[in-house]
């Protein structure tokens, strides 16, 4: 395989209106600010990563300001002219700074997309490549459809009937307390047949392991992150008092996380999102542990663009990816999308992996022109570019 050699990185912070507000236990978001790494080789091959950060610190403690900060003083510094023979080694080259999980994330999935291109290989064959024989991409992901709260339970069920019309089979729902068993016991009645998971977002504690036993009625795929965002503990301590499985999120930062998770009983269905744990080379670590023990898998998505989306696309086509992934079609978020082609949801729930190199899809200047101006008009921090 080709190595690359790193030329520059450019940052590019937008903002694209989604199509729906989508409301969790964090609160309701109608627009998705994002930061974009554009990474050019010494060859001219362009590269893209994404940083999921959010402009408040709900979901994780990056913010978009603190992760253009990192990236700005010491991640981008550190990769600069570096040469690469593969992405896995892009861990070690960004070791000297701690945490920031999201922001060294958007680094090393750029560095993917473009040694991916200089290979001629999708970024599914990439991702392979680093695997046993018998880890080939499928070419397609099976994907569910995420639900945010609404203001009733009629129009919960209404909006679950339009996405299992548009042929989504897999449905989950945003709970919190006081909008959590009456509203899904509500759908299970309109719906009794639907594959159906509720999500929890860590908005509940120990002390509501009797009000949680209540999932145990509805026949559910999984719960999901019931408790606190970095506790594993206590998840070990609420999973053998549930049926219902539980499936962590939030808690796993890392490999070691997700084993020590699984092997004290914390968990037994997992959700890996490649941004919460530093990138696409943890991913795949976390990915073996899963199939080596048989844990059911599934990607997660934090509103990426396509430029996300189609990386965690490229992972998700991966057979030890058991589950349905969060990995909606382009149509479900926005309208339109930063890049192209747009993904659409093929009949049997499925999303087809883009055929060309890397990413497969390509960023539009006059969409990134766009966006970009709506961040700067309400937002403190530029686009910028390095070169070594």
């Not at 030329?7 to 989604?18: G, R």
């Not at 995420?146 to 989504?168: A, D, V």
């Not at 087809?352 to 921090?381: F, K």
Request: glycine share 8%.
């Amino acid at each position: 395989m080709k190595s690359i050699t790193i030329q520059s990185i450019q940052i590019h912070l937008i903002s694209l209106p989604l199509v729906e507000v989508l409301t969790t236990s964090f609160g309701g978001e109608a627009n998705k600010s994002a930061m974009l790494l554009e990474l050019q080789t010494s060859d001219g091959v362009i590269g893209w990563g994404e940083s999921s950060a959010m402009v408040e610190p709900g979901y994780s403690y990056e913010t978009l300001g603190s992760s253009y900060h990192i990236l700005r003083e010491f991640l981008i510094p550190a990769v600069l002219g570096k040469t690469v023979n593969s992405p896995t080694a892009m861990p070690d080259l960004m070791k000297s700074v701690r945490g920031y999980p999201l922001s060294k994330h958007a680094v090393e999935a750029a560095v993917w997309d473009a040694w991916a291109k200089t290979n001629d290989l999708r970024l599914a064959d990439a991702f392979a490549h680093h695997l046993p024989a018998g880890h080939e991409s499928r070419g397609f992901a099976h994907v569910g459809v995420s639900i945010g709260i609404k203001p009733s339970h009629q129009e919960t069920i209404g909006t679950i009937q339009k996405r299992i019309s548009q042929g989504y089979h897999r449905i989950k729902l945003k709970i919190r307390p006081g909008w959590d068993f009456e509203m899904a016991r509500a759908v299970r009645a309109a719906l009794p047949d639907i594959s159906l998971m509720l999500d929890a977002n860590s908005a509940y504690t120990l002390e509501d392991v009797e009000h949680l036993q209540q999932a145990d009625e509805l026949n559910l795929l999984m719960m999901e992150q019931p408790l606190g965002y970095e506790d594993i503990h206590q998840h070990s301590k609420l999973q053998p008092q549930l049926k219902t499985d539980v499936c962590l999120d939030e808690s796993i930062h890392s490999l070691g996380d997700a084993a020590l998770g699984y092997e004290i009983g914390a968990y037994r269905i997992l959700n890996l999102k490649p941004a919460r744990v530093t990138g696409y080379t943890e991913s795949l670590a976390i990915y073996r542990y899963c199939v080596e023990h048989e844990i059911p898998l599934w990607v997660g998505g934090l509103l990426e663009t396509g430029v996300g989306r189609a990386a965690n696309l490229a992972f998700a086509s991966l057979p030890g990816v058991t589950l349905p992934c969060d990995i909606s079609a382009t149509d479900r978020y926005y309208d339109p999308d930063i890049s192209e082609p747009a993904f659409h949801l093929a009949e049997n729930s499925t999303i087809a992996v883009p055929e060309g190199p890397g990413i497969g899809v390509a960023v539009q200047a006059d969409r990134l022109r766009d966006s970009a101006a709506a961040w700067h008009s309400s937002n403190p921090y530029t686009s910028i570019r390095w070169e070594a």
